[in-house]
């Protein structure tokens, strides 16, 4: 956890609408990722970003949007395309150059 | 809480007793391996990341081992505590995919200590 902040840590949404997942960090690391968590599986990459203003699709972007207008957060869009979206949502951070993550709290987005 | 333990393998050791998790990773082009601690509801941990230029790398009552000829990593735990239970899975770098040179997770293994 340390200096990443990911809020709430539960949210409830109705089918069909757009949700946005808040991620926040004060290590001044470059890169910052997302990535969903379903039971029995391993992370798998959302979005990630290596700088101000410039981010990439990941393995699973299909539904998701992402802005990195601060070098400090990295919202995440969960748009109604996303087919399945509930599950548990990862924020992590790197430095640059270097290929070690941290990861925030997590948030639980459970979807009706 | 969240449980990210559900359809993993499992791994159940007497406390005090030492543990040792394996892994099977993918790419033999990938140099750097990581091990993270997840406990349930919150977000993984770093334990200890070993370089392949390297075999063997210990930390505090953890021990890394790796062996590039059959491209497997394993933990050792040393004297498991109750504190210890989670689930842990590994990461390599990825290697000509992914981005930010970013990193490839293992699904995990749920440790689970017996008191």
């Known amino acids: 956890d340390g200096g990443i902040t990911q809020s709430p840590k539960y949210l409830f949404r109705k089918e069909g609408q757009n949700v946005t997942l808040s991620c926040e960090q004060n290590?001044?690391?470059?890169?910052m990722y997302w990535y969903r968590q379903d039971p029995g599986q391993g992370l798998r990459l959302i979005y990630y970003?290596?700088?101000?203003?410039?981010?990439q699709k990941g393995d699973i972007a299909e539904g998701y949007s992402v802005s990195r207008e601060k070098k400090e957060s990295f919202p995440l869009t969960v748009t109604s395309a996303q087919k399945n979206p509930t599950a548990f949502y990862l924020c992590?951070?790197?430095?640059?150059?270097?290929?070690?993550?941290?990861f925030g709290p997590g948030t639980r987005l459970t979807v009706t | 809480g969240e449980s990210v333990g559900l359809h993993l393998p499992t791994l159940s050791v007497q406390e005090g007793d030492n543990s040792i998790i394996n892994c099977a990773y993918s790419?033999?082009?990938?140099?750097?391996f990581i091990w993270y601690k997840q406990e349930s509801g919150k977000g993984p941990q770093f334990i200890i990341d070993?370089?392949?230029?390297?075999d063997k790398r210990q930390g505090q009552r953890v021990t890394v081992l790796l062996n590039k000829t059959v491209k497997h990593l394993s933990l050792q735990i040393a004297a498991t505590q109750p504190g210890d239970s989670a689930v842990y899975f590994c990461?390599?770098?990825?290697?000509?995919?992914?981005?930010?040179?970013?990193?490839?997770f293992g699904k995990g293994t749920h440790l689970i200590i017996q008191p």
């Open positions: 970003s290596q700088i101000v203003n410039d981010f």
């Open positions: 070993i370089r392949s230029n390297m």
């Open positions: 790419n033999s082009a990938s140099d750097y």
């Open positions: 990461a390599e770098n990825t290697v000509g995919g992914g981005g930010a040179d970013g990193l490839t």
């Open positions: 992590a951070t790197s430095s640059g150059g270097r290929y070690e993550q941290y």
């Open positions: 290590l001044n690391h470059d890169a």
